[in-house]
């Protein structure tokens, strides 16, 4: 029984497999491939973006927001980098609750999963009709508030068909499409910053109306709401090719941790070169009515404000390649995640079903279905971008809990990459996810919650079926395990619920935040000692390496 992520199962539907047939995952990619890919997954549309929407709710000192953002992801990224070193199988990131909490815990966070990628092609749609929004005939798609006009979501919805008519192309379309979307998503953004740099920076930007404008609760705000969080994941793209790694146990570490790194510096650095090019007139009514021509696309319309008209249309034609080259990747993750949950007997087996292209198509049907509804309940880019940053950091947080279950279960297990002090980080690591999830704000976080009790009604329903009828793939639940999930889950909401970020107040600020750290504190304790004993744990393990041999 595998858990299940977008690259568990790549081998199972690779152009050189058979559709139904098993297959085993070469061992072809080095650091420089392992790195690429996590970059590539970093950079994407959250630097078209991330920039103007961070300094309108925290002013410059979204510098700030991007510094706590990065070391939080790095929190995460160092107990990933154990992991991965730990475990050279594809798909890491949803499989390691499953290996140490049982099939309750894999079928969660593997919806956690699938929720994630569900949402991000959508994002990436948004991203391109925001942009696009230069142009005079794609004006009328967007209203002022940034919602969808009804051509406005035709236009989506035609996009989302595109992603899925490529897919339905094969994955070597896939791939040579996507190389191309990389290089361009990472020199481009390069480019800028030393563009901007060199032609247009002023100092005083960064005080002429107070550095910190909306004081602490701003810049915490902006790392949820404002895309940072959001433009730093991807790291754990590394870990999901570790199937494929040729040296998994030196060069996942090292991967993980140096596009965290690289990441960090492009991002950083096209935050100040942005505030530094502002125009005066721009910022005339403060950061908070930050406002310049062309503002929907902001770095494009900022370059055209301060005379360099020829980038702006570099960036334009960017703001197409950049996001939907992403949105093609996940609209591929998404069927492949509905793939494997089926594989693990927690959906239909209509999900395993493939064309002669070895394609899932019925996920990918799926995917398409699921995108368009996203773009109901969330018309907007930073709507939309709130929402996979908590579902992200939801899916992200199983990691530091594993991480002290393997510490405690399996402490003499061989590990190429030890986390020094290990067993401060991965508590802390937790509870910065967990605030993450709360600065997110409560209108977000209850419409996380439907979607969550959704998959739980969705998924959880099938799996009781699939057990009660004997079904040859019926998962084993290890509800006692998992019975801290829960109420961490509830709990969550109820505190989120009380506190100031969108819900009543209750919980004046840096009380909530107490909450939350105490809170969570509890719940990791609690969890790494609700985990399998070792020999389960080994089981799992054993169970999903052969999986990724071939059998199934």
């Known amino acids: 029984m595998a858990s299940t992520d977008q690259l568990a199962i790549q081998s199972d539907i690779s152009p050189a497999n058979t559709p139904s047939g098993g297959s085993k995952l070469r061992r072809e990619v080095g650091l420089i491939g392992l790195l690429w890919a996590s970059v590539g997954s970093i950079i994407g549309s959250g630097w078209l973006f991330g920039a103007k929407n961070a300094v309108v709710v925290a002013g410059p000192a979204a510098i700030i927001s991007w510094g706590i953002g990065a070391i939080a992801i790095a929190l995460l990224a160092f107990v990933?980098?154990?992991l991965g070193g730990m475990f050279a199988a594809a798909g890491g990131t949803a499989r390691y609750p499953h290996y140490t909490f049982g099939g309750l815990a894999g079928m969660s966070f593997g919806w956690f999963s699938w929720l994630q990628a569900a949402t991000v092609a959508p994002i990436e749609v948004e991203a391109m009709i925001g942009y696009a929004g230069h142009w005079s005939f794609a004006q009328h798609f967007l209203h002022a508030d940034g919602t969808l006009t009804p051509s406005g979501f035709a236009v989506a919805v035609l996009?989302?068909?595109?992603?899925?008519?490529?897919?339905?192309?094969?994955?070597?379309i896939l791939a040579l499409t996507n190389s191309v979307a990389t290089w361009l998503k990472i020199a481009?953004?390069?480019?800028?910053?030393f563009i901007l740099a060199v032609t247009n920076f002023h100092g005083s930007n960064f005080t002429s109306h107070g550095f910190a404008p909306f004081g602490a609760k701003g810049v915490l705000a902006a790392i949820s709401t404002s895309g940072i969080i959001f433009a730093l994941l991807g790291f754990e793209q590394a870990i999901q090719l570790s199937g494929e790694s040729r040296n998994p146990k030196r060069d996942i570490p090292r991967a993980v941790l140096g596009s965290v790194t690289i990441g960090t510096l492009i991002y950083t650095l096209l935050q100040v070169v942005f505030i530094a090019a502002l125009p005066a007139a721009a910022i005339a009514g403060g950061w908070g009515k930050l406002d310049f021509a062309g503002i929907s696309g902001p770095f494009a319309g900022l370059a055209t404000v301060v005379g360099l008209g020829w980038l702006a249309?570099?960036?334009?034609?960017?703001?197409?390649?950049?996001p939907g080259g992403t949105g093609l990747i996940y609209t591929t993750a998404t069927s492949r995640i509905s793939y494997g949950l089926s594989k693990n007997g927690y959906a239909p087996r209509l999900f395993e079903r493939t064309d002669r292209r070895g394609v899932p198509w019925f996920g990918l049907v799926m995917s398409f279905i699921t995108g368009v509804v996203c773009f109901l309940p969330f018309p907007s880019w930073q709507q939309l971008v709130s929402f996979i940053t908590s579902a992200s950091v939801l899916m992200y947080a199983g990691a530091p809990l594993a991480f002290g279950a393997l510490r405690a279960r399996l402490p003499e297990r061989e590990r190429s990459y030890r986390l020094p002090a290990g067993g401060v980080v991965a508590p802390v690591s937790f509870v910065v996810a967990s605030l993450i999830i709360y600065w997110s704000g409560w209108d977000i976080l209850m419409r996380l919650g439907f979607a969550i009790l959704l998959g739980y009604l969705l998924?959880?329903?099938y799996a009781a079926y699939a057990i009660r009828k004997g079904l040859p793939n019926a998962p084993r639940l290890d509800w006692k395990a998992a019975r801290w999930l829960p109420v961490y889950l509830i709990g969550m909401g109820l505190i989120s619920w009380q506190g100031g970020f969108g819900g009543t107040g209750n919980l004046p600020l840096w009380w909530d935040m107490a909450v939350i750290a105490a809170f969570a504190t509890a719940i990791y304790y609690w969890a790494v000692n609700s985990a399998l004993p070792a020999e389960e744990i080994e089981r799992n393990v054993d169970e999903v390496d052969v999986v990724d041999a071939g059998g199934h």
């Open 313 to 322: 249309y570099v960036l334009y034609f960017d703001a197409l390649v950049s």
């Open 159 to 172: 996009l989302m068909g595109v992603f899925v008519a490529v897919n339905f192309l094969g994955v070597r």
């Open 80 to 82: 990933h980098a154990e």
């Open 459 to 461: 998924l959880g329903g």
């Open 188 to 193: 481009v953004p390069l480019g800028t910053i």
